[in-house]
C-alpha cells in the first residue's frame, strides 16, 4: 500500500509543474529527482528520492553553497559527515532525519545484506537568478 501512495505522490508532484524528473538507474541506487519550481520556472526546491541497494553506497559529497535535509524511509545503514570540525558517522533507520550544513562532506552506506535504503534528501534551488533582459521595444510605453 504505502509504494501505491509513494507513487501517488511523485505522479501528483509531476502533476504540478515539476519537469526537471531525472532518473538514475544503475547496480548501486536508483534516484528520482524533482524539481519544484515557482511560477517564473525558477527553481526553488530540489526532492531526490533514492533506493540504495543492499550493501552499497552513494558517493561521498559536499555542497559548497547550499544546505541539505535527508530523511530516512525504510532500511537501516549509516551517514558519515566529515568537515574540519566534524567527524561523525550516525546509524540510520525509518524515521531518521539529519540536517547537513553546506561544506559538510557526507555519504550513506546501506549496512543491509538484503535490504534496500530508502531516503529522501531535500535543498534549495539556486539562490542566485538570472538577470531579467527587457527587449527595448517591450519595454517602451505606448502612447
Given at each position: 500500500?504505502s509504494?501505491?501512495?509513494?507513487?501517488?505522490?511523485?505522479?501528483?508532484?509531476?502533476?504540478?509543474?515539476?519537469?526537471?524528473?531525472?532518473?538514475?538507474?544503475?547496480?548501486?541506487?536508483?534516484i528520482?529527482d524533482?524539481?519544484?519550481?515557482?511560477?517564473m520556472?525558477?527553481?526553488?526546491?530540489?526532492v531526490?528520492?533514492?533506493t540504495?541497494?543492499?550493501?552499497?553506497?552513494?558517493?561521498?559529497?559536499?555542497?559548497k553553497?547550499?544546505v541539505?535535509?535527508?530523511y530516512?524511509?525504510?532500511?537501516?545503514g549509516m551517514?558519515?559527515?566529515?568537515s574540519e570540525?566534524l567527524?561523525e558517522?550516525f546509524?540510520?533507520?525509518?524515521e531518521?532525519?539529519k540536517?547537513i550544513d553546506k561544506?559538510?562532506?557526507?555519504?550513506?552506506?546501506n549496512?543491509?545484506?538484503n535490504?534496500?535504503?530508502?531516503?529522501?534528501?531535500?535543498?534549495?534551488?539556486?539562490?542566485a537568478?538570472p538577470?531579467?533582459i527587457v527587449?527595448?521595444?517591450?519595454?517602451?510605453?505606448?502612447?
Open positions: 500500500m509504494e501505491d501512495k509513494d507513487k501517488f505522490s511523485l505522479k501528483r508532484l509531476t502533476n504540478f509543474g515539476t519537469d526537471g524528473i531525472e532518473i538514475v538507474d544503475n547496480d548501486v541506487y536508483h528520482v524533482m524539481e519544484l519550481k515557482d511560477i520556472g525558477y527553481v526553488k526546491l530540489t531526490s528520492r533514492t540504495l541497494y543492499p550493501s552499497k553506497t552513494t558517493r561521498g559529497h559536499a555542497h553553497d547550499t541539505e535535509e535527508y530516512f524511509k525504510k532500511g537501516t551517514l558519515i559527515l566529515q570540525d567527524n558517522v546509524r540510520v533507520e525509518p531518521t532525519f540536517f561544506g559538510v562532506w557526507h555519504m550513506v552506506i549496512s543491509s545484506l535490504e534496500n535504503l530508502e531516503f529522501e534528501t531535500r535543498y534549495p534551488g539556486p539562490s537568478r538577470p531579467i527587449n527595448k521595444e517591450e519595454g517602451k510605453k505606448k502612447k
